[in-house]
């Protein structure tokens, strides 16, 4: 039994206050020509493409307001030995969180007013640090719409 009544019940009803202006600035690309045009770029060379490298470097070179969708893993900063890492997976946490930062801004500046931004990083805290967290409040900050956290 649904100990909470339904609003029907109460005889009130919730009226969301200019639903259709938040649907438009919530709503990503379903009024992306609402929202903004896009001049036409050439981006031939890089469609359908993986593109593997420091992201760091790689983005620099992409025009803005081009990727629908960009999927990325960054590496988690375990401490881990890895086959030719500069790195070695063990930045001091701060730089570590710089450099995704500059990753962050980047991927921002080339992505399409509604694209998306996909991350895949640990839920677990390495060394105590609460990692996505972190990552979601540098991507907030970059005036970023959460959609949704998939834990698997």
């Not at 969301?16 to 031939?44: A, F, M, N, Q």
């Not at 081009?66 to 893993?73: A, N, Q, R």
């Not at 500069?86 to 991927?107: H, V």
Request: charged content about 35%; aromatic content about 10%.
């Amino acid at each position: 039994m649904n100990e909470y009544p339904d609003a029907k019940l109460l005889k009130r009803e919730r009226k969301v206050l200019e639903r259709e202006k938040k649907e438009r600035v919530r709503g990503g690309t379903k009024h992306l020509k609402e929202t903004r045009e896009i001049p036409g770029i050439d981006i031939s060379d890089l469609l359908d493409r993986i593109i593997c490298g420091d992201s760091e470097i790689i983005l620099r070179d992409f025009p803005d307001n081009c990727i629908d969708i960009i999927i990325t893993s960054p590496p988690y900063n375990f401490g881990l030995q890895y086959e030719n890492d500069k790195s070695k997976d063990s930045m001091y946490w701060q730089d570590y969180f710089e450099k995704l930062n500059r990753i962050w801004k980047e991927c921002c500046r080339i992505l399409k007013p509604g694209g998306r931004l996909c991350i895949n990083v640990q839920p677990l805290f390495s060394d105590y640090m609460p990692t996505h967290h972190i990552v979601s409040k540098q991507l907030l900050d970059l005036g970023l719409l959460w959609k949704a956290e998939i834990i698997w």
